[in-house]
């Protein structure tokens, strides 16, 4: 903790309200920052005794202008292992690329966001997992808000999307659980498209980004003078989504306060904003995220049973991508196509080394991060394709011991044989197949069943016989 605490940002910003703000957020981090005004102050500091004890740089855009990624190239060159953030009001893909191929480790969005700024000062000096990877940017990256969109054949994926899928039509509660990364958000996106409420208010609260003592105030609402500093009234954002959908993401970090608050909502039907006399009813559809298993939290006491009883009654559980290695190459080509449109970049193909390479790592951040990684890799590669010599970091984090040998040299194709040297059932090998032609098509049935060379009534009886779901 010592060495945390020690670490030193370099701030190159010349706004002052600015320059307090990330102070005040990064020494939350345990940063002590040090502020400079222009470029040529920067690179001299960077000679300087207090220079070498620099763990990171944040740069905003508007210092040197047209020539951020000059000076960021200039930064890099002379202290390569230093990362440096850069801060911008562009949302460009292509400044963005210009940027990260300077040497830009993170690609912040002004008005910066407190948990953003922190989430890329922690990440800047991280080790344990792929860096650099601008996540800001992958993120923003269009993907249709439909159930098509959502890749992959795994078992327990498709029994997810099908219940989604059947849920979005009717009007209760839904409660989509999975570790950060799986891609909620995006489920969420195409169940109120393909609901009956599609075309009215919509609107996503981030439970764990809002402060504690906000929360209220932005589900529910507060009337003028209802606390201090309450100068006008707000209306909540429940009452915002009548007739619409409101969704809670991190529903599992709320206060036990507002748990109770949420239940009382689910259970009457009307809302009651802070400081008001009266309440009224309220006809808005609430689906909850969240990243641990609501049931779980509750049994050991640690979240409100009533209000898992009253979000939960349909729950859709999304797998981890560790569970649905299978699903690696259909995803990593459709985030390559994605990439491949953003201006600055161009399509690319992916090599079986590269694939296997992605499919034996555990990617702890799930789908979000694969992206991320894939973006990066797309940024820097001169080739046609991506080879596993673009992902230096994922080598270095597996290694080249047997096990991980061996867990990359299964993950191209369909596996044969079994550990013993003796080959796999028919069945067994025919049920991968069928799978990975249903992932590589992106669940379209009629061609998968064209490319096998099979009916699709011969392949739904398949499907049925041999135990895959396959629900879309």
Request: proline residues 6%; contains cysteine; negative net charge.
């Amino acid at each position: 903790m010592a060495d945390e605490e020690q670490r030193l940002l370099m701030l190159i910003d010349d706004e002052p309200a600015q320059c307090r703000l990330i102070t005040a957020l990064a020494a939350r981090e345990g940063w002590r920052t040090v502020v400079v005004r222009d470029s040529e102050t920067a690179i001299a500091m960077l000679g300087t005794r207090q220079g070498m004890q620099l763990s990171a740089i944040l740069l905003d855009q508007w210092v040197p202008g047209d020539d951020a990624c000059s000076l960021i190239a200039e930064l890099k060159a002379r202290r390569p292992g230093l990362p440096i953030l850069m801060l911008t009001t562009s949302s460009s893909p292509l400044l963005a690329v210009e940027a990260m191929r300077a040497g830009a480790s993170d690609y912040l969005i002004k008005p910066i966001a407190p948990d953003r700024l922190m989430q890329a000062l922690r990440h800047s000096t991280r080790r344990e997992s792929p860096q650099d990877e601008l996540m800001p940017l992958s993120e923003k990256m269009p993907a249709n808000p439909d159930f098509d969109a959502m890749i992959g054949a795994a078992p327990a994926f498709r029994t997810a999307l099908a219940i989604a899928a059947k849920a979005a039509r009717s009007h209760g509660p839904v409660l989509i659980e999975g570790e950060s990364g799986t891609g909620k958000e995006m489920l969420v996106r195409a169940m109120h498209a393909a609901s009956p409420r599609s075309k009215l208010p919509f609107r996503i609260v981030n439970a764990g980004s809002v402060p504690s003592g906000s929360l209220e105030s932005v589900l529910f609402g507060h009337e003028k003078g209802a606390f201090p500093g309450a100068f006008d009234r707000q209306i909540g954002a429940i009452q915002h989504c009548d007739g619409g959908t409101l969704v809670i993401d991190e529903i599992d970090r709320l206060a036990p306060a507002m748990q109770e608050r949420l239940a009382e909502w689910l259970r009457r039907g009307d809302v009651r904003p802070i400081g008001a006399h009266h309440s009224f009813r309220i006809d808005t559809r609430l689906i909850a995220a969240s990243n641990l298993p609501l049931r779980d939290l509750a049994d050991t006491g640690h979240f409100l049973p009533e209000l898992v009883d009253a979000v939960g009654h349909v729950t859709v559980t999304l797998p981890p991508l560790r569970q649905r290695a299978g699903d690696i190459g259909a995803l990593a080509r459709h985030f390559l196509t994605v990439i491949g449109d953003q201006p600055g970049l161009r399509p690319l193909g992916i090599t079986d080394g590269a694939q296997a390479l992605l499919s034996a790592y555990d990617w702890p951040g799930n789908v979000r991060q694969l992206q991320a990684v894939l973006f990066r890799a797309a940024v820097f590669c001169d080739g046609d394709a991506l080879t596993a010599e673009d992902f230096p970091q994922l080598s270095n984090l597996l290694g080249d011991g047997p096990s991980n040998s061996a867990a990359i040299h299964q993950a191209v194709g369909v596996t044969l044989f079994t550990p013993d040297g003796n080959l796999r059932p028919l069945e067994e090998i025919e049920a991968d197949v069928i799978r990975l032609a249903i992932g590589h098509y992106r669940g379209r049935m009629t061609e998968v069943a064209r490319r096998l060379g099979i009916g699709r009534s011969t392949l739904y009886r398949k499907l049925s016989d041999l135990g895959i779901d396959n629900a879309a």
